[in-house]
């Protein structure tokens, strides 16, 4: 009886054990979205355990065109997001998450419309990633945000990007 019971819980210590994320302390890289978004971003995540992580971007923007209309429109913006993950297999991951973000912009038409605002937003995350077996994490994902006080028509934009992380 004992062999039985200590080989059901060496299957289960398994089975578990299989199923366990490997994901790294730190990760850093860059986030690059679509033009619809802020196109680039400094990432950063960090594990608070084996299933779940926190995640900082630093997104900016400085575009003007000077053909057609003239304009020049600044923006930057700080999103924090509380993620899960879950494993697939063999180095797969896929994850959601949670969060939130504040942000700032400048936007100058030529000097007939021009002003400045800050907004808050909140955001979603889902997306799948690849773990290399060197350090090197792969992802793409989807992030919708809500809010924006202006900066997003209908309060609303949108995201996906791909993510290139050196993990430590």
Known sequence: MKKIVMSAIMLIGLTFAAQ???????????????????GGEISYQRALSTDNRLELDLGWRNRSNFNNNSYDDKAIKLTGLYQWVWNIDGGFNWYAGVGGGLGSYSYDDNNKKSYNDTFAFAAGDIGIEYNFDFPLLVSLDFRPEFGGSGYYKNNYGSDIALSLRYQF
């Open 20 to 38: 366990a994320q490997d994901i790294s302390k730190n990760a850093i890289g860059l986030r690059f979205g679509d033009s619809g978004g802020f």
